[in-house]
């Protein structure tokens, strides 16, 4: 896929429980200007600068690490030329994510989760191997119960400022 478009689809249009896309930028810088929709979405750096507006507020996403983008907040993208991203779409309660915007460490397990989710399309979206593989995927989204150790997935945001304190 080039640039950032996602070959016309769209978002709210689908109720699969997640869907992902693997973009690559190539030339020029790539932006998508300010949207929302019902789904929730996990922005992942894979290589190369990527930064998404949310609330007037701009989150860096770096390599290893997401920006998670609860349902319904407007937002919007932009990537350097060689960047590579990966969009993680989830449908609303699928998985027990954040109810804000915040900055995610990917653990290496749930960064080829995504990109083995965004490998696969179409029909095979419904097969009953890409099920389990979505559903390992939220098991590893899932934030450790309290007092429990960090999970091996998605760790808790080491700062989930976005800049705005005084400190």
């Known amino acids: ?3 950032l478009g996602l070959d016309g689809y769209e978002p709210d249009s689908g109720h699969e429980s997640a869907i992902a ?3 690559r930028v190539v030339e020029a810088e790539q932006f998508i200007p300010a949207h929302s929709h019902r789904k929730g979405q ?3 750096a894979l290589h190369g600068a990527l930064t998404c507006e949310v609330e007037n507020a701009m989150w860096m996403v770096p390599p290893q690490y997401a920006v998670w983008v609860p349902g319904q907040l407007s937002h919007s993208n932009r990537a ?3 960047a590579q ?10 998985a027990p994510m ?3 915007c915040c900055t ?3 653990s290496p397990l749930v960064r080829e989760l995504i990109l083995t989710l965004a490998e696969r399309g179409g029909e095979s979206l419904a097969a009953p191997a890409t099920a389990r593989l979505v559903q390992v995927l939220f098991d590893e989204l899932a934030p450790p119960a309290a007092g429990a150790p960090a999970a091996a997935g998605i760790k808790p945001p ?3 400022s976005n800049g705005d304190d005084d400190g």
Request: hydrophobic share 50%.
């Open 1 to 3: 896929m080039i640039g």
């Open 42 to 44: 996990l922005i992942l």
């Open 80 to 82: 350097t030329p060689g």
């Open 158 to 160: 080491e700062n989930s």
């Open 98 to 100: 954040p109810d804000r």
């Open 104 to 106: 995610l460490k990917i």
């Open 21 to 23: 896309f693997r973009i």
């Open 85 to 94: 991203v990966c969009f993680l779409f989830i449908e609303p309660g699928a």
